[in-house]
């Protein structure tokens, strides 16, 4: 079942819905983009052949999905556990669809694997038992058929690797041919660029012993997923890579950043690029172009995500998502404030009663990162609070929130005179 990407939601729901009327198959056409209406859903594999005896000139067409194997899997795609198996068209790159026929049948090879594999009699051809022979020779027979359906695809020949590495003792059935896997050696230099790729952009932790086998066996163009938890709020990343046509170095092109806020129902997704030489066009908020370099570690492309603004030095100015606007591209639309605009980060700060004044250029620091950064407080009565902080530039001031992330009303901010009077009186007029 191949669907498109756009239609994931919609048809997880559609199929979660029928679950709770005991549909345990659907049937479908096998074609790239399959939609909601496309789904005949059955509660029993007896209506199958009712199906069937009932449209006999095509029934030979529809193929049959577990409906609820289908769900588990849309789930774990969902939870960012799980990388979905992405199809492109040659002459539409943009028109992304999943495969998720695919990816069920090697989840439901893999399950039937690990019970086989157990269970099997790796030493029948030591026995002297003609027919614990024969049942060996019949029993190993089917595992490696599985086996072989199952590394069809390079994710799922890695599987079947690692169930074979699992299960099967050595010196007794030697291994297929086609499990075998090529094991290219990368120099010291080649791996520590790859892995510096990974550094630079501050997401070490997605160079993992799995993408490495995959750099080894020199696959062209790598998706890899990386979910990542943010106090509360959770991210699942797609990472795309591309192999040096030269050598064994690999560039990160782009990630996707999926942003699940916590408490709220929708999530948010930006596609950053990296080390693009070709500067990406933008629009403004005035509806002009400009050309813009994207230039963001993983952390910064989460605060950014997020709703905080960031800033550039190299342009001296600061950038906001705009989640009101999308563009064509699928990417939400940016705001630019450049030096012009009048916002001055090192004058505002000065505007509120910090407790430890003399860590001011480390706070500015984390501000222009994004951070939603924790800093003490002094009130008129010198009582000291923790409070978040993040720029504010439409307003010339900062965004504050209190220990639990709430945002502090701006008539608490004057009372207790965490913010000066002179800022507090503008704020009052601009609200």
């Given at each position: 079942?191949?669907?498109?990407?756009?239609?994931?939601k919609?048809?997880?729901e559609?199929?979660?819905?029928?679950?709770?009327?005991?549909?345990?198959?659907?049937?479908?056409?096998?074609?790239?983009?399959?939609?909601?209406?496309?789904?005949?859903?059955?509660?029993?594999?007896?209506?199958?052949?009712?199906?069937?005896?009932?449209?006999?000139?095509?029934?030979d067409?529809?193929k049959?999905?577990?409906?609820?194997?289908l769900?588990?899997?849309?789930?774990?795609?969902?939870?960012?556990?799980l990388?979905?198996?992405?199809?492109?068209?040659?002459?539409?790159?943009?028109?992304?669809?999943?495969?998720?026929?695919?990816?069920?049948r090697?989840h439901?090879?893999?399950?039937?694997?690990?019970?086989?594999?157990?269970?099997?009699?790796?030493?029948?051809?030591?026995?002297?038992?003609?027919?614990?022979?024969l049942n060996?020779?019949?029993?190993?027979?089917?595992?490696?058929?599985d086996?072989?359906?199952?590394?069809?695809?390079?994710?799922?020949?890695?599987?079947?690797?690692?169930?074979?590495?699992?299960?099967?003792?050595e010196?007794?059935?030697?291994?297929?041919?086609?499990?075998?896997l090529k094991?290219?050696i990368?120099?010291?230099?080649?791996?520590?660029?790859?892995?510096?790729?990974?550094?630079?952009?501050?997401?070490?932790?997605?160079?993992?012993?799995?993408?490495v086998?995959?750099?080894?066996?020199?696959?062209?163009?790598?998706?890899?997923?990386?979910p990542?938890?943010f106090?509360?709020?959770?991210?699942n990343?797609?990472?795309?890579l591309?192999k040096?046509?030269?050598?064994?170095?690999?560039?990160?092109?782009?990630?996707?950043l999926?942003?699940?806020?916590?408490?709220?129902?929708?999530?948010?997704?930006?596609?950053?690029?990296?080390?693009n030489t070709?500067?990406?066009e933008?629009?403004?908020?005035?509806?002009?172009?400009?050309?813009?370099?994207?230039?963001?570690?993983?952390?910064?492309?989460?605060?950014?995500?997020?709703?905080?603004?960031?800033?550039?030095?190299?342009?001296?100015?600061?950038e906001?998502?705009?989640l009101?606007r999308?563009?064509?591209?699928g990417?939400?639309?940016?705001?630019?404030?450049?030096?012009?605009?009048g916002?001055?980060?090192?004058?505002?700060i000065?505007?509120?009663?910090?407790?430890?004044?003399?860590?001011?250029?480390?706070l500015?620091?984390?501000?222009?990162?994004?951070?939603?950064?924790?800093?003490?407080?002094?009130?008129?009565?010198?009582?000291?609070?923790?409070?978040?902080?993040s720029?504010?530039?439409?307003?010339?001031?900062?965004?504050?929130?209190?220990k639990?992330?709430?945002?502090?009303?701006?008539?608490t901010?004057?009372?207790r005179?965490?913010?000066s009077?002179?800022?507090?009186?503008?704020?009052?007029?601009?609200?």
């Amino acid at each position: 079942m191949v669907i498109e990407r756009n239609d994931f939601k919609e048809i997880k729901e559609v199929v979660g819905q029928h679950l709770r009327y005991d549909t345990t198959a659907i049937l479908f056409l096998p074609r790239n983009g399959i939609k909601k209406n496309d789904l005949i859903f059955c509660p029993g594999y007896e209506d199958i052949q009712l199906f069937n005896r009932h449209h006999t000139s095509d029934s030979d067409s529809y193929k049959t999905i577990d409906a609820h194997a289908l769900f588990r899997i849309m789930n774990k795609v969902e939870r960012g556990e799980l990388q979905p198996r992405i199809i492109t068209e040659p002459d539409d790159s943009r028109t992304q669809y999943f495969d998720l026929g695919r990816m069920v049948r090697e989840h439901e090879l893999v399950d039937r694997l690990h019970h086989k594999m157990k269970h099997a009699d790796w030493y029948y051809d030591y026995s002297d038992d003609r027919r614990v022979w024969l049942n060996g020779v019949t029993e190993i027979r089917g595992i490696k058929e599985d086996l072989k359906e199952l590394s069809q695809s390079y994710e799922g020949k890695y599987a079947a690797h690692i169930l074979w590495k699992t299960y099967v003792p050595e010196h007794s059935v030697a291994k297929p041919d086609f499990l075998q896997l090529k094991h290219n050696i990368m120099d010291e230099s080649t791996s520590a660029f790859n892995e510096g790729q990974f550094k630079k952009l501050g997401m070490q932790e997605a160079y993992t012993p799995e993408l490495v086998e995959q750099m080894k066996q020199g696959v062209p163009f790598i998706q890899h997923p990386f979910p990542k938890g943010f106090e509360g709020d959770q991210t699942n990343s797609l990472i795309h890579l591309k192999k040096s046509p030269d050598s064994d170095k690999y560039f990160i092109n782009k990630f996707d950043l999926n942003l699940q806020k916590e408490g709220e129902k929708k999530a948010i997704k930006q596609t950053f690029y990296v080390n693009n030489t070709k500067k990406n066009e933008q629009e403004t908020e005035n509806g002009q172009k400009q050309k813009y370099n994207h230039n963001f570690t993983f952390k910064r492309a989460y605060n950014f995500t997020a709703g905080r603004p960031v800033y550039h030095a190299d342009s001296q100015s600061w950038e906001q998502i705009d989640l009101s606007r999308k563009l064509a591209s699928g990417n939400y639309a940016t705001q630019r404030f450049d030096k012009n605009y009048g916002f001055d980060l090192g004058k505002v700060i000065d505007n509120y009663s910090l407790a430890n004044p003399q860590y001011k250029s480390s706070l500015m620091d984390s501000l222009q990162r994004g951070n939603l950064q924790k800093e003490k407080m002094v009130d008129k009565n010198g009582k000291v609070d923790d409070f978040y902080l993040s720029p504010s530039i439409r307003t010339g001031s900062l965004n504050m929130y209190d220990k639990d992330k709430k945002p502090v009303e701006l008539e608490t901010q004057i009372e207790r005179a965490l913010i000066s009077k002179e800022l507090g009186e503008k704020l009052k007029f601009f609200f």
